[in-house]
């Protein structure tokens, strides 16, 4: 079953627009909530991640938002560069085993 | 610092064939996670290792799939028969430690295409 849902699936952006990907989650046991970026033909490498006991997280262009009682968090990428051209995966974690749970990506376009 | 590496890059196969991928982690990381990637989805966990113990293969076909790091550091994912829906990427990935904030480093993955 799919425990941490994500959208939009695509999207298109502007270079210097802003880049908005939302996740949303089901088990309240999540302690961890990382964001990794993918280029084509690699691994996924972390971005940015956030503890639920923090409302937001930034670190340079990127945004964590999380929102606990609606058990939402998002990535904005502020200033999108065609080099942010990727995809976004969300991911959520629990328990002191590390096991992850990931979104199913957002493909991210930023145009010159 | 030498990042994952895996091998081969890319296999093609029939339905009902053998397969393995290799997987050299970071030196000196103790956990070893197998990932499968369907197009267009996330990673899904395959199997955990803590050194040479699986911790977590709770979403592994063991009627087909195997995995193995012997002297916790390798390690080899088998599939024995394949099937047409094995075709996905399989990611190699190695953290420090099992904790939550020990980021999961991840290799460049291993297409396999199943005819």
């Known amino acids: 079953q799919q425990q941490v849902k994500q959208s939009p699936q695509s999207l298109i952006v502007q270079k210097g627009g802003i880049s908005i990907i939302n996740c949303a989650y089901e088990?309240?046991?999540?302690?961890?909530f990382p964001w990794y970026q993918q280029f084509p033909g690699k691994g996924p490498a972390l971005l940015i991640a956030?503890?639920?006991?923090?409302s937001e997280k930034k670190e340079g262009r990127f945004t964590i938002s999380f929102n606990k009682s609606a058990k939402q968090f998002s990535l904005h990428i502020m200033d999108s560069q065609p080099g942010d051209s990727a995809t976004y995966f969300c991911?959520?974690?629990?328990?002191?085993?590390?096991?992850?749970?990931f979104g199913a990506g957002t493909q991210v376009v930023v145009t010159p | 610092e030498a990042g994952v590496a895996q091998s081969p890059r890319y296999k093609i196969i029939e339905k009902r064939q053998s397969v393995a991928f290799w997987c050299n982690p970071i030196?000196?990381?103790?956990?070893l996670y197998w990932y499968q990637q369907i197009l267009g989805q996330g990673p899904k966990l395959l199997i955990q290792?803590?050194?040479?113990?699986?911790?977590?293969d709770s979403q592994l076909p063991k009627d087909r799939f195997s995995a193995e790091r012997l002297k916790g550091v390798d390690s080899t994912l088998k599939i024995q028969p394949a099937k047409l829906e094995d075709s996905a990427v399989y990611l190699c990935a190695s953290s420090l430690g099992p904790g939550l904030e020990n980021e999961q480093f991840f290799g460049p993955g291993t297409r396999l295409t199943v005819l």
């Open positions: 956030i503890r639920p006991d923090v």
């Open positions: 030196s000196g990381h103790a956990t």
């Open positions: 991911a959520a974690i629990t328990d002191s085993w590390g096991k992850f749970q």
């Open positions: 290792f803590q050194n040479n113990g699986v911790v977590d």
């Open positions: 088990n309240t046991a999540f302690d961890y």
